[in-house]
C-alpha cells in the first residue's frame, strides 16, 4: 500500500507536471492535467481490479486511504499547478479550507458510508450492490455529459481543436501512470496480482472527481479545465482492461 500511494501521490503528480510542462497547451488545460493527478482513486479502479482478478483489497484500502490524504494533497498540488500555469495577474485562488470540505464531502464521507454500511448492515449491502452496478455509471455518465455541454460554450470548431490537442497527453499520462505502478511492483518483485493493482491504481484516477473541482462554482469554477479529464473518463476503463490483459497474458508466457 505505501508503495502504491507513494506512486501514486508523488510519482504521478510530477508526471502529469512534466507532460504540462512540454505539451504546449493553453495554461487552463495544463491545469487540467495536474487537476486529474490530484484526484485519488475511485470506484472504477476497485472494479477494474476485481474484473482482472487483482488484488481487490489492496485496491479498496488503497482508495480508502487515499481519499482521506486528499483532503491536504489536492489543494496542496493544485495549488502548485495553479501557481505553475497560470501567469501572475491570471492566477484561479483556489479556495483551500473549502476544497477540503468539499473533498471530504465527496470522497471520504461516501467511502466512510459504504464501510459502515458494508460492516454493520451487511445484507443491506448486498441488496445494494446490484442496482448500484447500474446507477453509479449512469451519475458518472450524467457527470461527463454536464461536464462536455459545460466545456463546448464558445466556438464548437475551437473547441473541439482543444479536445484533440488534449487528447494525446491526457493518454500519455494514463499509460505512464499504469506503466510506473507496474513497474514499481516488478521491481519489488510482487506477484501478478499487485503488479495489476498498482498499475490500476496509479493509472486511472477519479475523472468524475476532476472534472468537479475544475467545473463547480464549489471549487475552481473553470469548465475549460475540465478537458483534460473528460478525455480522460472516456479512454481509461478500456486502457486499463487491455494493459491488465497484457500483463495476465505476460504472467502466463512466463510461467
Same mark, same amino acid.
Given at each position: 500500500m505505501i508503495l502504491g500511494l507513494i506512486c501514486q501521490m508523488i510519482l504521478l503528480p510530477l508526471l502529469a507536471f512534466f507532460i504540462a510542462s512540454v505539451s504546449g497547451l493553453p495554461p487552463e488545460l495544463k491545469t487540467g492535467i495536474i487537476i486529474i493527478a490530484a484526484s485519488p482513486g475511485g470506484a472504477t479502479s476497485n472494479l477494474i481490479t476485481y474484473l482482472l482478478r487483482g488484488n /481487490?483489497?489492496? +485496491?479498496? +484500502?488503497m482508495t480508502a486511504v487515499n481519499s482521506i490524504m486528499t483532503l491536504v494533497s489536492v489543494p496542496l498540488i493544485i495549488y502548485l499547478g495553479l501557481q505553475a500555469f497560470m501567469g501572475e495577474g491570471e492566477v484561479i485562488r483556489l479556495p483551500v479550507l473549502n476544497t477540503i470540505l468539499n473533498v471530504f464531502l /465527496?470522497? /471520504?464521507? $461516501?467511502?466512510?458510508?459504504?464501510?459502515?454500511?458494508? %460492516?454493520?448492515? $451487511?445484507?443491506?449491502?448486498?441488496?445494494?450492490?446490484? $442496482?448500484?452496478? %447500474?446507477?453509479?455509471?449512469s451519475i458518472y455518465a450524467?457527470?461527463?455529459?454536464? !461536464?462536455?455541454?459545460?466545456?463546448?460554450?464558445?466556438? $464548437?470548431m475551437m473547441v473541439s481543436a482543444l479536445y484533440m490537442k488534449t487528447a494525446p497527453y491526457a493518454f500519455i499520462l494514463n499509460i505512464l501512470g499504469m506503466l510506473a505502478g507496474y513497474g514499481a511492483a516488478k521491481w519489488l518483485r510482487y506477484g501478478r496480482k499487485t503488479q495489476i493493482t498498482l498499475s490500476v491504481e496509479v493509472g486511472?484516477?477519479?475523472?468524475?472527481? !476532476?472534472?468537479?473541482?475544475? +467545473?463547480s462554482a464549489l471549487f475552481l469554477n473553470e469548465p475549460m479545465m475540465a478537458i483534460p479529464a473528460v478525455i480522460y473518463g472516456f479512454f481509461t476503463f478500456f486502457s486499463a482492461i487491455a494493459f491488465g490483459l497484457i500483463i495476465n497474458r505476460s504472467s502466463r508466457i512466463n510461467i
Open positions: /481487490v483489497a489492496l +485496491s479498496i +484500502s /465527496v470522497t /471520504v464521507l $461516501p467511502t466512510s458510508l459504504g464501510v459502515f454500511t458494508k %460492516y454493520r448492515f $451487511p445484507i443491506v449491502a448486498r441488496k445494494l450492490e446490484k $442496482p448500484g452496478r %447500474y446507477i453509479l455509471p450524467v457527470i461527463f455529459l454536464i !461536464a462536455m455541454l459545460g466545456t463546448r460554450r464558445g466556438d $464548437p486511472i484516477q477519479n475523472s468524475a472527481l !476532476a472534472i468537479t473541482i475544475a +467545473s
